[in-house]
């Protein structure tokens, strides 16, 4: 009973965290809109959007502005209820998932420490699927709600790419948790900023290209954007939508893969570590700060990778996409699990 | 009354809700969503006990695996037809009764716990228990239990089989 | 034996259900937002509503009948499939944090059963389960 008792200064020092953390991944994801647009047209030999502010830097005000002032249509032979439930579904997913991420190491403001996480839990990475697992059903409620066959048949493309490949993933994660020995996400940061020791892509290469592949379809980003394959299906699963709720629907994809970014980043790339920099002689403040600065650097690198495959490599075929997880990347995922394990017990043992 | 004992309650009045909706909604894949939030519910009450991967687990394998599955079965049914079974007094009968019988064991089971701990209550352990923390488990699932984790994958091979064979009719 | 296990393992902080209630929060206020953002933006745009336009869209051809009709069964054996594997999976997680302190006696553990999975994946290729066009 006591060990829950209530601290309201740690309430809302979560809640101020919270909004940060969900209004930053939002406005990064208005931003990332922008930076495909800009990216495409760079790769195109284009100017891009350019006439809304400087650069065309108000660009995604303006298209906000527009969603949420466009007429809401739900189609007569819809369900309604799970019509709004879908794109509810998505956001919701896409925004819960970033709670176990850690941002940077802690600030020190009048002696209370305060860790720039929303939640150090045991089993963090293991939430990060959960909460993936339900970004399922925001495509799934919202194609089949739709009463629209092509909305049917995408929904359908998206679910069953998304769970063949969190197989693969989960597998190629196994190999890097034989490493850590843990789960929680702070620790693995950590242990990567401990002197001696590298970013786990040094040791994981191949679990890494595995993984950022099934992230790539886990996004639904190109070359995996099958449920939005637009030459077979019109639209995709979410054609029949408007206003803010097909909003969320292309938000909650730029919010996922901003997430998808930072989990990268932690997981095999140090997170918020600065390479050949001793944090622990700032302090805590700067290195706090040094730390978020380090780790968006790491994101916004990932976010442009996304942006680079979109407009360089063409769209799979479904059946090549199946083949790819199911037969190439799952096996390859088990063998580099196996071969991580021989290795390490090798070493140990030696 | 703490928060820990608010907690629950909310949780178990989620629970009792979302479990009865699934029986009350009239479309299949409403029933589908109101099960999912049940087993969330339940995940919550798991983290009370401080049973972390399992509430985690049960979150990830039930709601987001065989959820999806059951989703899967239901747009495999054609929804259009009104295929509701007619169901007969009998069949009614035989469901009160069967549906009685499982109530009349729940309750006895806790009634006859209730009565043998008389005297020295035992409380689920709320917040302490270590056991249900992964590497706890993890340890325990490996040496004592290893032969059941063995069997579990003889089990998956059968079930492999067994979808393949129905699912490929050739 | 066990106790001096637990004595081993992460900082106490991360182990107690209460740092599951920020999680909590954040799930609340995500869906705090996200209900408040649909309810908003249904009452900001213009409603002119015709049949026409409440029609399902499929590129200006009539529709024929509803989309609540059976699909392809490959898609349910991706599904039955997936939760099978998936639970594999799980299994490897709680073996992965242990897996030092295990050594060789859970690595052939985990061999044995990887061994009877493959042989379900083998037999599953070779039924053509996963081949998409048939």
Redesign the interface.
Known sequence: MTLLAFDWALFIEKLVLIAVVIFGSLGIALYSTWAERKVAAFMQDRIGPNRAGPLGLLQPFADGAKLIFKEEIIPNSANKWLFILGPGMAMTAALITSAVIPWSSHLEIAGRIMPLQVADVNIGILYIFGAVSLGVYGIMIGGWASNNKFSLLAALRGASQAISYELAMGIALIALLMLTGTLSLKEIVEQQMAPGHYWNIVYQPLGFLIFIVCIFAECNRTPFDLSEAENELNMGYHQEYSSMKLGFYLFAEYVNMFVASAVMATLYFGGYDVPFLNESLLSPNVAALVGIIALMVKIVIFIFIFMWVRWTIPRFRYDQLMELGWKKLLPLALANMLITAIVILWLQHK | M????I?FWILSALTLFSAIMVLVSK?P??SV?WL?ATFFSIS?HY????A??LA??N???Y????M??F???I??????TKTEMKKNLWMKLGGVISGGMLLWILISVVRTYAEQSKGHPKIAS??TG?IG???????V???QY?LP??L???L??S???G??VI??KN | MLSSHIMAAAPVAAQHASSYLPIALQIVFAIGFVALMIFVSALLGPKRKTNDKLANFTSGITTHGNARQPMAIKYFLIAILFVLFDVEVIFFYPYAVNFKSLSWTGFYEILLFVGLFLIGFVYIIKKRALKWED
Do not use: P, R, Y
């Open positions: 703490g928060i820990t004992a907690v479309n894949v409403h969503l999912v919550g983290i009370m006990l401080n972390q991967f985690i687990v979150v990830i394998v709601a987001g695996a065989i999806v599955l989703l899967f079965v747009m495999l049914m054609n929804l259009n709320v917040n270590e923390l992964i590497k706890n488990l993890g340890h699932l490996f040496t290893a984790f063995e579990c994958s003889v998956f091979l079930a492999m089989v979808a393949v699912g490929k």
